[in-house]
């Protein structure tokens, strides 16, 4: 057994022994270039067919190292290859179009696809870019909970961020082995731009930023937790996010950033208009019954949003939704969303420990309750990124440890924890 296979083990181990309930962390972003209006990109197809993807069912190879330029190489064909609709993606023999990865094909550390920044960018120099949202937007966001804002990213971005997703599936990063192994995603991994440097440059210079920052009417968006999230495979129930890292649900916003085309029959994320200002939903609640009482004057007030290439989905933290997968859990097509919560200026650190909160703030940042909410572990993206968190995110300074992990799930254990657990898995399954 070579070297990283014994890494790999005793990790594994210490994530089954202690950290079973991380798949709570996967429930359901100068010359300054500046944009305005919907992109005519928004309106094509994102979908990616079966024989396009470089990790599929069919596929036997393995590798257990890192190849830079062939994964960069495979992710760019998968990104870029002729797209078609969502109902000429249907087979007769529905196969997954993502195979999980074998043991040994996790990575660890930092990972760097170098895949070039759109716009003639300069990577950690230009300035964000910014996109201009209108009042009628961010007032849609304030009465109900949640507003599809079209078009954010244009077709230059949309790839960027399929190549490096797609690298990441090539390549998966061992902090992806509980939520891939639990088989919620065809591929989930929390914090991704903690470990891959081209999320990272993402929320340092696309438009991300501007947007939740005129959303929230702020004049800081630090991101808080992020996800990358690959093919839900069974959906999930009516619920709301309580994995929003450290901060309370007014000091954040939920986001999504999507870069496939909704199939037609399923995936489409549907949310209850106003139920943020419910007030009979607990925080520590995930799970949600529509027909409890208190939700009456919400349960019936349903938007349904189905996403295009480079279309951003914001929502109030509190607001209750769902998800519904394809019957068989099988996606022939790719899903391929970048989510996250961010925190508004003033934002202060809030210690979760004992909850099921703690498990989207497992860093050794050394931040306690009260702090103001500054550390690279929760980088300042608007209005301009800071150089420093950067350079202690490409040091390897800012990330997770098995004994992060240890110390700060160790508090969730004890009965009252375990039944907070028990309404996440009640979202698992949407049908």
Sequence with gaps: MNSKMVKISALAVILATC?????LAFVPNGNVPTFSGSSSYATTSGMTSLSQSTRTADDTSTSS???????TKAATTAATAPTTTANSMKSPKREKVIREPALWEYNFGLQ?????????????????EKYAITEEQIQTLERDGVVHIKG???EEWVNYLRQATMYQVNEPHFWAFAGT????????????WQTNKAFANFYYHSAMGHVLAQCGRTEEIRVSTDLLMVNPNKGFKWH??????PITWDEGLRFWITMDETPADYGAPVYLKGSHFNTVVGEQAVFVDIEQEGLEAYKDKVAEFRTMPGDMLIWHPRTIHKVDGPEDGIWTTYRRVLGGTVAKAGTTYHDKTGSG?????????GLVEGDKLRSPFFPIVYPKFDKSEADDRDAGRVGRSPRDIVGKIGGLAGKASGDKFLSFFKV???R
């Design 428 to 430: 698992l399954g949407s």
């Design 357 to 365: 909160g703690v498990l989207s703030d497992l860093g050794r940042h």
């Design 19 to 23: 950290a079973t309930p991380s798949t």
């Design 65 to 71: 190292t890192v190849d830079m330029t062939s994964a």
């Design 152 to 154: 954010v990213f244009d």
């Design 240 to 245: 709301q996010d309580n994995q929003n890292g």
């Design 181 to 192: 192994a639990s088989k919620l995603y065809d591929y989930i991994q929390r914090n991704i």
């Design 112 to 128: 760097d696809p170098q895949i070039p920044l759109p716009h003639d960018i300069q990577e950690r120099i230009t300035p964000p």
